[in-house]
């Protein structure tokens, strides 16, 4: 059995620390001091605590923030004679392995079940099962110059998401005085129409190509930022409809 240790003190680094002690894998974890208000890794003593972290694990896991990986393995070299893994869903750093956990992490931990189900995502030449072999997640690779455009469709699904959400929210409750927990149903209705059919579970005026009520939403939201998006998913959704038309000759041979 591999062991492990971690670097970092962050949600990832702590959502990754309790997965391994639900599954009773040996790791240890190693973090700046806390009290320190300045984003070095050179504190008193933190490079003789990193080397008594690592001393007898396998392989290091570097569950910084992406600006900081570089700068810990400068600032600690001896790091390099390690099997080192990185989380970044974007980055590519020699001689560190990319497994990115396709997964949003809060300060709530998660259970066992959701733990397992993360795919993680690597670069070509690693395998999951080496790296990580205590672990059952399932596991896919993708070529490396691909890396930055998965990753921002990562963010714009996961994170646009949310700023979308909590902006309605928002308004929910500054412009019509409704709590903003009467949306909670639609969108978790919304969220699950999504997961059980991906390609029926759009509905509204955009599906109906119903421009008087686009233009009428639209209207409406004069002076707020969220008229422009409104219109750039509108475009979007024409983009994307043409994209997966069925050409006319192939709709007349399934007819015949």
């Not at 412009?175 to 991906?198: C, G, H, K």
């Amino acid at each position: 059995m591999i062991n492990y240790a971690i670097v970092g003190g962050g949600r990832l680094a702590r959502h990754f620390s309790k997965y391994f002690r639900l599954l009773e894998i040996s790791h240890n974890c190693w973090t700046r001091d806390r009290w320190s208000q300045f984003n070095t890794f050179d504190l008193p003593g933190a490079e003789q605590r990193l080397k008594e972290t690592v001393s007898d694990t396998d392989c290091v896991l570097l569950l910084v923030s992406d600006n900081a990986i570089t700068t810990v393995l400068k600032q600690y070299p001896f790091l390099r004679e390690k099997n080192l893994v990185h989380c970044s869903g974007s980055l590519v750093v020699p001689g560190v392995a990319g497994v990115h956990p396709l997964m949003t992490f809060t300060d709530r931990i998660y259970d066992l079940d959701t733990y397992k189900k993360i795919p993680f995502i690597l670069e070509p030449g690693s395998e999951f099962a080496r790296l990580f072999p205590g672990l059952p997640n399932p596991s896919f690779v993708i070529n490396v110059e691909d890396r930055a455009r998965y990753h921002a469709m990562c963010v714009m699904a996961g994170n646009f998401s949310q700023l979308l959400w909590k902006g309605v929210s928002d308004r929910f409750e500054q412009q019509f005085d409704l709590p903003a927990a009467a949306m909670w149903p639609y969108l978790n209705q919304v969220t699950e129409n999504f997961i059980r059919s991906p390609g029926s579970a759009l509905t509204g005026p955009l599906t109906r190509n119903d421009r008087q009520t686009i233009d009428l939403n639209l209207n409406s939201l004069n002076g707020d930022p969220l008229q422009d998006l409104y219109t750039a998913f509108v475009d979007f959704h024409q983009h994307e409809s043409k994209q997966n038309a069925i050409p006319e000759q192939v709709k007349l041979e399934q007819l015949i």
